[in-house]
């Protein structure tokens, strides 16, 4: 591979769609409003946006090439703007392979090579056969000695031609029946409802008095609140079953392999994706319990891994999208190599009760005297002081910290609860703060801080006792002695 290669021409096009899919929220409200006034000329900035794009990915096809050549992948891009990236082969550390919808059709793959360090820049080849990425994957996983790769890192086929050269891999294998679970207990379609209803905020051209009328006059004895309790309802369908969908191509067929030094995670229906964590670049795991999977026991594994180039929201790489709580000890230790320890446990003092149960409830004590200004009935939201005074004291009892040899344990709640378990040696920050409602009562706040991406993910522990957190904070330096 030396010499300079071009993608499939398909990468063109899927230019097109990776600009849609980026944009999709906003491309919905911006056709719903725009069609709705500008009449044909919309239609026709709509046409003249997607030929440009299109005409833009044909450029910027022709111009990326890329080659690995003197221990390095070099890669040649850009239409207004050329750029020369150079990726040296001791940086990179993941090299993922991802099958898309349209690149399955031509029987194509995409590669992202993601680097060590925190720098902004991800090479992605959008199109090319598997051989060539098998290829091109080979070359850049030898050292500069030019050895080969193991056996286990070779493909399908080549691993049955020499079954001797590796032992068959760990695998762990998500169920169609946890699957159906995953998709049924998902708390996702929070999120597809609040975009639904920000959509349907700009349909008012349907929901005119006329049309209000006709529909009364269909359904006598209907009232105004009863079609807003009808719609909200619906809205709240509509997203609980997008939601569905949405775990069900995101996490089928979902699998680990465990390797001799890296997982290989494989997942996804219409979007194949491949991801790679190598084992040196594992900083935390981090187990949460949403609301409707930790009754039943469940929840879902997440694994922080620093050194490479990721987005914010890409940080955390999901490990298991549904497993029981009873059985991340035994799969710790099976894939990841980490036995459980057993160690001291810090949880909130007595004194801190009080504190968890009445925080809940600030910002609607605030809230209740600003809306009684205009809605009547405002003084009915004080009920919520129940719930939210019990959802306090849950916080409370859930919240502690083990502190063990090599690993220090936080469990919280937010709305889920959430149990991260932090190396010893990958703690980058660890810190305690103490406001003055706190210092009060001798309390303080400790946040423990892993790197994750190219970044840092930071876990806290709220109202620990002040001595006891001052001890936790020198932990990790304590630790290492």
Not at 131 to 145: F, S
Not at 211 to 233: E, K, R
């Amino acid at each position: 591979m030396s010499e300079f290669r071009r993608q499939h021409p398909i990468a063109a096009v899927t230019q097109l769609f990776v600009v849609i899919r980026q944009n999709i929220v906003p491309f919905i409200i911006f056709v719903v409003l725009g069609s709705r006034n500008s009449g044909d000329y919309f239609w026709m900035i709509i046409l003249f946006g997607a030929i440009s794009t299109f005409i833009l990915g044909v450029v910027s096809w022709y111009r990326f090439k890329f080659r690995v050549i003197d221990d390095e992948l070099q890669i040649n891009k850009g239409v207004l703007v050329r750029k020369k990236l150079y990726l040296s082969k001791d940086r990179i550390q993941v090299i993922d392979i991802t099958e898309g919808l349209l690149q399955r059709m031509f029987g194509l793959v995409k590669v992202e090579i993601k680097t060590a360090g925190g720098g902004t820049e991800k090479a992605t080849i959008s199109a090319i056969t598997r051989n060539e990425a098998i290829e091109l994957r080979t070359l850049l996983r030898e050292n500069r000695q030019g050895a080969e790769l193991k056996a286990d890192e070779t493909s399908e086929i080549e691993l049955q031609e020499k079954p001797e050269l590796s032992s068959p891999p760990k695998m762990w294998v998500l169920s169609n029946r946890d699957l159906f679970f995953a998709a049924l207990t998902s708390g996702n379609f929070g999120v597809i409802a609040s975009i639904l209803g920000a959509v349907s905020g700009q349909l008012d051209q349907f929901i005119t008095e006329e049309n209000m009328d006709y529909v009364f006059g269909l359904l006598p004895g209907i009232s105004q609140l009863t079609v807003v309790l009808w719609s909200i309802a619906f809205i709240l369908m509509i997203s609980y079953i997008l939601s569905f969908i949405g775990v069900i191509l995101r996490y089928g067929d979902f699998k680990i392999e465990k390797k001799d030094k890296e997982l290989l995670i494989t997942s996804g229906l219409l979007e194949r994706k491949q991801i790679t964590v190598p084992f040196d670049r594992v900083q935390a795991f981090r187990f949460v319990e949403g609301v409707l999977r930790q009754p039943f026991g469940y929840g879902m594994l997440y694994v922080e891994s620093a050194g490479f180039e990721q987005k914010e929201n890409d940080r955390s790489i999901v490990l298991l999208p549904f497993v029981k709580r009873d059985r991340l000890s035994s799969f710790l230790e099976e894939f990841m190599n980490e036995m459980p320890e057993s160690g001291e446990t810090i949880v909130p003092p007595k004194r801190a009760l009080f504190r968890y149960m009445r925080q809940p409830n600030y910002l609607l004590l605030i809230a209740i005297p600003v809306l009684w200004l205009f809605w009547d009935w405002a003084w009915m939201l004080s009920l919520l002081v129940i719930p939210f005074t019990l959802f306090g004291w849950l916080e409370y009892k859930d919240a502690r910290i083990k502190v063990a040899q090599h690993t220090i344990l936080m469990q919280y709640r937010n709305l889920a609860r959430t149990t991260a378990i932090i190396k010893r040696n990958r703690v980058q920050v660890s810190d305690i703060s103490m406001n003055p409602f706190q210092k009060r009562k001798k309390l303080s706040t400790v946040s423990i801080t892993a790197a994750s991406g190219a970044g840092g993910k930071t876990f806290t522990v709220n109202d620990l006792d002040e001595m006891e957190a001052i001890t936790l904070l020198h932990w990790p330096i304590n630790a290492l002695q």
